[in-house]
């Protein structure tokens, strides 16, 4: 598995957080820090580590998760789904929040087949957001796939535009998402110029255990997946959730816990 290293928190951990804090008003940041340190526990447990950035699984198996991200197109979503359906395979929804809000009957039938993951609530670069800002990005996608969708949604995340930073990722952790996904190979959909041959050419450069991005945003994405599909199938390749490529993400650190040294 390629990962970030998760260095051991520490001083400097906390002295960053309030780096952090300090760049924005000072109403802001008190509310920041204290909505950091009520969601660990303790004031001291805003020193959680940052989530790991995960871009693939194990290489072990002849396995790719297929991974479809934001739906702004509801037809194209469904449509994918469909072909997803049809053909026996699976995949990971990462809708934008707003979206699922807007359409929660698309949701709900996607929902009952597939696992759907936190994208934020409307696809906003947390690495431009402050703290309070990224957390109600993040919180208020949460409680929108708990309404909407509670049986399919699954405590996964990818940042959009997979924008990260050291202090997003450790509030992804106070979130309870202690890794955050990106991907190893995509099929090029955000190419606005891509041919569906190219976009399934580069959809099947993934191997062993790679996490493939794709869109349900513009139609020509499900007219790729059905080609991404029979490219792996022919190479020998079986399609799994993100939860079966990975496995359960790592336990959140306890509050104030043994991880300060
Ligand atoms: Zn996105």
Redesign the pocket.
Known sequence: MVSAPAPAPGRAEVELTRAALGRVRPAVAIAAFVTLASVAGTLPAVAVPPAEIVFDGPSDRRVVALTI??GYSEETCLRMAAILRRRGATATF?P?GSNVAGHPGVWRSIGRDFPIAN?TAN?ALLTHLGPVAIVEQVRRARRILERVVPDAAVPEF?A??GALSRQVRRILTTEGYTRTLLWDATNADTDLDASVGAMVRAGLRGGPGSIVLM?CNRPISASALEGIISGYRVRGYRFVTIRELLGPPPARPRPGGAQHR
């Open positions: 991200d934001d990462f934008v994208h696809h990818r959009p535009g869109h």
